[in-house]
């Protein structure tokens, strides 16, 4: 038996906590059964956006006409791009297992592990198979893995979940993808400008479900011209037969009556099926039972405000603990966790403006409440929107979009939402007057902005006259 003062499952955000440990003298051991680096080195946001750049270059020379610029792309490489990207994360991944391993801090402990009793883990399935650990203190950062929807005939078909598909050399004459959210978005978009006729099949009556539902709806047309989109669909079976992969999706209503429904199916063909319909948390996989741990109805591990689950000694964070399943998300839990671990007071983690942002094409990016949310709950609210052709930047690069700013009735920021260029990048003024500034539009309107920048999309959004929405707006 290997005792430790610090055990960690997991090798993405938790290396931060368990760095924290090493500062602070600490005996500190690391588990992982995968690469070394977490999801998002390996399988998601670091490899998909590095290949998603260069959907997006490509997509800026097919432009160029509109610049009246005659430019044309004579080859694309796509099998060196993606063999490129690929050995990055590799040799990153690999950079992390080797300094662990050289560490005289840090035990690296390779294979699975499942909880035995009380804070102790056995390794199974991997080069430390058998071997025990127990720690004073348990960190469960273990992450999640693709969700694959009940579908008949699902199992008889060869599909790819995002891992496989951010590996694929050649790109697919015709990819279907079933589901609408953040992965079938970027990798439609990035198939997509490589040269595959998409189609997405998804249940939400938008994609993106986690946008606010003005942007969503935007983005669902956008996706419309580009690609063949059936929102408000489930699939309900796949079939495969001589390389052609067919979906068959029936109607689908949305909501807590919602299902089925018997109204015609619709059936799409494609060469290849990319299935994108969420993440499912590892935590069947680490017999937590035995260390009573507590998981929801969905698997993810239940938590108090400061991320200590149900156990004695056991905390989580990232993923597996389902409230954003976002890095950054992740890594602002990892510094709480640290925070709590070795400070005086325990502090609860503060989530009141975690953004997200989806690198597809339109760009989206959000923080806070949405509209529906709102009005749902019977609140006062107003809210503006400002599009970027009425900047002077946004009009010279043809921008087509538009920021959306809620806020309440003093003033406060309640949630901003983009969809254009840059998106990512514009929220993030908006975050930080969330986050460290007062809160309010001030923040944004007595800030000097760079003209003729684009952030003057987000200043002017802000600027001018609101239109009041919620319970006064429905009563009036």
Not at 7 to 19: K, Q, Y
Not at 42 to 65: F, M, Q, W
């Amino acid at each position: 038996m290997h005792e430790v003062d610090l055990l960690v499952i997991g090798s993405g955000s938790g290396l931060d906590v368990a760095n924290a440990a090493v500062n602070r003298g600490q005996s500190v051991a690391v588990v992982e059964k995968g690469p070394l680096g977490g999801t998002c080195l390996n399988r998601g946001c670091i490899p998909s956006k590095r290949l998603l750049y260069h959907a997006d270059v490509l997509e800026t020379v097919e432009r160029a006409g509109e610049f009246h610029i005659d430019a044309r792309v004579s080859d694309v490489e796509f099998s060196k791009i993606v063999r490129e990207v690929n050995e990055e994360v590799e040799s990153d991944s690999e950079s992390i297992r080797r300094g662990l391993h050289s560490s005289s801090r840090h035990d690296l402990y390779e294979g699975e592990g499942r909880f035995v009793d009380d804070r102790t883990v056995e390794i199974v399935d991997g080069e430390d198979d058998g071997t025990r650990i127990r720690a004073e203190t348990v960190l469960i950062a273990a992450g999640t893995r693709p969700s694959i929807p009940a579908v008949d005939g699902i199992d008889d078909v060869e599909y790819l979940t995002s891992t496989e598909a951010l590996q694929l050399e050649t790109p697919p004459d015709h990819l279907v993808i079933v589901g609408g959210g953040y992965i079938a978005a970027e990798l439609g978009h990035f198939f997509g400008t490589f040269g595959s006729d998409v189609t997405i099949v998804g249940r939400r009556p938008n994609l993106l479900p986690e946008a606010d539902d003005e942007v969503a709806e935007a983005f669902t047309k956008r996706y419309a011209d580009r690609f063949t989109v059936h929102t408000g669909y489930a699939a309900t079976a796949a079939s495969e037969t001589d390389g052609t992969v067919t979906v068959e999706a029936h109607p689908y209503e949305y909501g807590e009556n919602g299902g089925l429904l018997e109204d015609d199916t619709v059936t799409v063909t494609g060469d290849t099926l990319l299935v994108a319909a969420g993440r499912t948390p590892n935590s069947d996989t680490l017999d937590l039972d035995a260390a009573g741990v507590d998981t929801d109805e969905r698997g993810f591990i239940e938590t108090d405000e400061y991320l200590r689950t149900t156990a004695e000694g056991v905390w989580a964070l990232g993923d597996i603990v389902g409230e954003h399943l976002l890095k950054h998300s992740a890594n602002h839990e990892a510094q709480a966790v640290a925070r709590n671990l070795f400070g005086e007071d325990l502090q609860p983690v503060d989530y009141t403006a975690m953004p997200f942002a989806v690198f597809a094409s339109p760009e989206v990016a959000g923080v806070g409440a949405h509209e529906g949310d709102l009005q749902d709950a019977g609140r006062e609210y107003a809210t503006r929107t400002y599009r970027y052709d009425q900047t002077a930047r946004g009009s010279a690069m043809n921008a087509d979009g538009f920021v959306k700013v809620i806020v309440d009735l003093d003033g406060t920021i309640l949630g901003c939402h983009i969809i254009g260029p840059e998106a990512a990048d514009l929220i993030q003024e908006v975050v930080v007057a969330m986050n460290a500034g007062s809160g309010t539009v001030q923040d944004i309107r007595e800030s000097v902005h760079i003209h003729p920048a684009l952030s003057e999309v987000v200043q002017r959004a802000f600027a001018g006259q609101f239109s009041r929405g919620g319970a006064s707006s429905r009563s009036s």
